[in-house]
């Protein structure tokens, strides 16, 4: 059987007294698309967050590729890249674009800024937006915005080949989208997984039903600090399960509490 890439074992997390994960088991294999659902504030970036690294649990375990993770946040010294991408994007206003994407390499690599605009143009030209280099985040639409926040991610450094993201985290990618903008950047998300030969790894979290069927191998529903449900699209799609059967319908009745 396939090791998996990423295992997260009885982990918890505590935000006051609210408990948001409850003692949460989850594997994530090589070259899957696995996305996390389930109903607002139930943790599902939170699971992102300790999986990137940037949030240590309250208790259990992260193994990455089978060694067990010893640092977070600024001590991280994963074995792989894995990297982020976020809801608003994140990118710092007071630089440029290329200035974005290229940010780790210009603060932490070694290479000439003139090799490092090259690699920055070439991943603006894998997410469709060659040439605008010199442009500020405030010149962009909200899905271009998004895009160049791909590119940042998926940014490697050629002389360093553990600090490329192996494992790429997105955290509602085509939220506040159009249709169509969202069909685009869900179309980049699988091209991108298919220029890497059809095997990255990335993890999903969206409540946007589009997303999820066209962006999902296997998906995992979480609610009440627990992973309740594990399926594929097809599965979701004919499942008895009342509380996923009521996330699909958006029924106010049934056993998800409503909120507002
Ligand atoms: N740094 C923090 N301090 C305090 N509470 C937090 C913090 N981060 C998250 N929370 C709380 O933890 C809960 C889970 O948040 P999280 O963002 O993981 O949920 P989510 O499932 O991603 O929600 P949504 O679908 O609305 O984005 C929420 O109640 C949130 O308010």
């Given at each position: 059987m396939t090791e998996p890439l990423i295992q997260l074992k009885g982990i918890s997390k505590a935000f006051g007294n609210n408990v948001?994960?409850?003692?949460?088991?989850?594997?994530?294999?090589p070259c899957e698309a696995l996305s996390i659902i389930g109903p607002s504030g139930t943790g599902k970036s939170t699971i992102l967050r300790i999986i990137a690294g940037l949030l240590a649990p309250d208790e259990g375990e992260v193994y990455i590729q089978g060694e067990r993770r010893k640092g977070w946040v600024d001590d991280l010294a994963d074995p792989i890249g894995i990297g982020m991408v976020?809801?608003?994007?994140?990118?710092?206003d007071s630089l440029t674009v290329d200035e974005n994407v290229g940010f780790l390499l210009y603060q932490h690599s070694k290479l000439p800024r003139r090799r490092i605009r090259q690699l920055v143009s070439e991943k603006l030209e894998m997410v469709g937006l060659p040439g605008i280099g010199n442009l500020y985040p405030a010149e962009l639409s909200g899905g271009m915005r998004k895009r160049v926040s791909f590119a940042r991610a998926i940014m490697a450094n050629p002389e360093d080949p553990k600090a490329s993201p192996e494992v790429l985290l997105y955290d509602e990618p085509t939220a506040g989208l159009d249709p169509i903008a969202s069909t685009v950047i869900e179309d980049l998300i699988r091209d991108l997984q298919a220029?890497?030969?059809?095997?990255?790894?990335?993890?999903?979290?969206?409540?946007?039903?589009?997303?999820?069927?066209r962006?999902?191998?296997?998906i995992i529903f979480l609610y009440g600090g627990k992973i309740q449900w594990e399926g594929s699209v097809a599965d979701s799609e004919s499942t008895d399960h009342q509380a996923v059967q009521q996330f699909f319908s958006g029924n106010i009745d049934g056993p998800i509490q409503a909120f507002g």
């Amino acid at each position: 059987m396939t090791e998996p890439l990423i295992q997260l074992k009885g982990i918890s997390k505590a935000f006051g007294n609210n408990v948001i994960l409850d003692r949460v088991d989850l594997s994530i294999y090589p070259c899957e698309a696995l996305s996390i659902i389930g109903p607002s504030g139930t943790g599902k970036s939170t699971i992102l967050r300790i999986i990137a690294g940037l949030l240590a649990p309250d208790e259990g375990e992260v193994y990455i590729q089978g060694e067990r993770r010893k640092g977070w946040v600024d001590d991280l010294a994963d074995p792989i890249g894995i990297g982020m991408v976020f809801q608003n994007a994140a990118l710092f206003d007071s630089l440029t674009v290329d200035e974005n994407v290229g940010f780790l390499l210009y603060q932490h690599s070694k290479l000439p800024r003139r090799r490092i605009r090259q690699l920055v143009s070439e991943k603006l030209e894998m997410v469709g937006l060659p040439g605008i280099g010199n442009l500020y985040p405030a010149e962009l639409s909200g899905g271009m915005r998004k895009r160049v926040s791909f590119a940042r991610a998926i940014m490697a450094n050629p002389e360093d080949p553990k600090a490329s993201p192996e494992v790429l985290l997105y955290d509602e990618p085509t939220a506040g989208l159009d249709p169509i903008a969202s069909t685009v950047i869900e179309d980049l998300i699988r091209d991108l997984q298919a220029a890497q030969g059809g095997c990255s790894t990335y993890v999903m979290v969206t409540h946007q039903q589009s997303t999820i069927r066209r962006t999902s191998d296997r998906i995992i529903f979480l609610y009440g600090g627990k992973i309740q449900w594990e399926g594929s699209v097809a599965d979701s799609e004919s499942t008895d399960h009342q509380a996923v059967q009521q996330f699909f319908s958006g029924n106010i009745d049934g056993p998800i509490q409503a909120f507002g």
